[in-house]
């Protein structure tokens, strides 16, 4: 009796662990997406912020840019909770299979958090309630809590940090510092364009790389993974 | 549930919510005649819905996990913490 029991508890495990493995390749692709569409995002939002800088700009190519600007990011904050909510039930899967890499979550309610702190840091600034200058660090460290979400979101989908994720994580990182101690230092923020940039081709760069990972991975299965289906 | 395939299938949409058939062969190595008949088994069951979409690519069968599919995953999420 107690034989049976194991063998249904292996196999149930199994499949648990077969279904992870091949999710690892779906996760890697929506992170593909993920890091494509905030690119996007993120370019969109500078050629704005640059084009709006530039003196006698019509209010319908402004209008135009905003509401590319908009869309743009809101096709991205809705591809972020699809992300996000894979991770947070991949996670919890392979916790269930006990496959968790001593990582523990830090739950779906940090998520709600960040919205929060978002929404406060658009509020704060939006009525100037702050200084230029305080504004600038107040959303630079908004925006380090952010990289780190990311950092941790990534860490729990794949147990370790891939290399695509580091790259993500850094170059956003040194784009929020840069910008924004330029920022403090200059006065204005003339090179932020270019500064951004560099997240940007980051984030591609993080996104091809992705794609082609979840390829390679997916290929280099042995057919023995994908045995016992039927 | 009585077969591997389909508590595969039931994982992966409880996982990512919907993917297409296309998606789920790759999960699944089975081949497509097979797999449309755990799809209907799954359906008849009430645990999942297929239904096609239009993409720029073209028409897909997309198939969705429903709320009786998530409970069923919650129970198999349960039977797996008891186990372990």
């Given amino acids: 009796m107690n034989g049976k029991a194991e063998d249904i508890s292996e196999h149930l495990k199994k ?53 590319l600007n908009i869309g743009v990011i809101i096709v991205a904050v809705d591809y972020t909770q699809i992300v996000f909510r894979k991770a947070f039930m991949l996670f919890r899967l392979e916790s269930d299979l006990q496959m968790q890499f001593s990582l523990k979550s830090f739950g779906k309610n940090a998520g709600i958090g960040l919205m929060i702190l ?15 200058d305080e504004s600038t660090v107040l959303s630079m460290i908004i925006l380090w809590i952010v990289d ?49 940039m560099v997240t940007v081709i980051g984030w591609i760069i993080s996104s091809l790389y992705s794609f082609y990972n979840a390829r390679k991975m997916y290929s280099l299965e042995d057919d023995n993974s994908r045995g016992g289906i039927n | 549930m009585k077969s591997t395939a389909r508590l595969m299938i039931i994982i992966s949409l409880a996982l990512n919510r919907k993917l297409t058939f ?18 209907d088994k799954l359906r008849e069951g009430g645990l999942i819905k297929i239904k096609t979409v239009f993409s720029p690519i073209g028409p897909r069968v997309m198939v969705e996990i429903t709320e009786e599919g998530m409970s069923a995953y919650e129970n198999y999420s349960k039977i797996l913490k008891k186990l372990l």
């Avoid at chain 1, 040194?174 to 910008?179: D, K, Q």
């Avoid at chain 1, 920022?183 to 500064?195: C, K, R, Y």
């Fill in chain 2, 22 to 39: 296309t998606d789920l062969l790759t999960i699944t190595s089975l081949g497509k005649g097979s797999l449309s008949n755990h799809l």
């Fill in chain 1, 148 to 196: 780190f979400y990311i950092y941790m979101t990534v860490r729990m989908s794949f147990g370790k940090i891939p290399p695509e994720g580091i790259l993500a994580v850094a170059t956003f990182a040194f784009s929020n510092t840069a910008s924004s101690i330029l920022f403090l230092q200059t006065g204005n923020n003339n090179s932020t364009f270019q500064i951004w």
């Fill in chain 1, 15 to 67: 499949i648990g662990k077969t279904a992870v493995r091949f999710d690892f390749y779906l996760m890697k692709r929506a992170f593909g997406m993920y890091y494509a569409t905030w690119a996007a995002a993120i370019f969109t939002l500078m050629v704005l912020s640059y084009i709006s800088n530039i003196p006698g700009q019509s209010n319908t190519t402004l209008t135009f840019y905003v509401l």
């Fill in chain 1, 118 to 132: 978002i929404f406060a840091m658009f509020v704060i600034i939006g009525i100037n309630l702050v200084s230029p």
